[in-house]
Nanobody, 124 residues
Framework: QVQLVESGGGLVQAGGSLRLSCAAS????????MGWFRQAPGKEREVVAA????????YYTDSVKGRFTISRNNGKNTVSLQMNSLKPEDTAVYYC?????????????????WGQGTQVTVSS
């Protein structure tokens, strides 16, 4: 099993930055791809970024390319999402998730474990 705990959310003005962190427990962290998802009110949960088990391959949804960076530290069992140039449309609850295998998966159904979420609010 993998337990995930997110931190780092908050309120920020448009153009600002936040860094989300996800601490993982469990022995299989380093053998799983990891992803960050978000869900805005009234909208479906969507993938934001994903990273493979070694950290050598990443995926970003188009709307965050060039602004967000996903990274991981397998020695510390953490995955992070650096968010720069934030926009009001980035406002959502952000979730960390552990994939079913080593790949940077982008579909919700390919993720086995989820954190509780952290709120990110970007004011205009």
């Amino acid at each position: 099993q993998v337990q995930l705990v997110e931190s780092g959310g908050g309120l920020v003005q448009a153009g600002g930055s936040l860094r989300l962190s996800c601490a993982a427990s469990g022995r299989t962290f380093s053998s799983r791809g990891m992803g960050w998802f978000r869900q805005a009110p009234g909208k479906e949960r969507e993938v934001v970024a994903a990273i493979n088990a070694s950290g050598g391959s990443t995926y970003y949804t188009d709307s965050v390319k060039g602004r967000f960076t996903i990274s991981r530290n397998n020695g510390k069992n953490t995955v992070s999402l650096q968010m720069n140039s934030l926009k009001p449309e980035d406002t959502a609850v952000y979730y960390c998730a552990a994939a079913i295998d080593i790949s940077p998966r982008i579909r919700i159904r390919d993720y086995e474990y989820w954190g509780q979420g952290t709120q990110v609010t970007v004011s205009s």
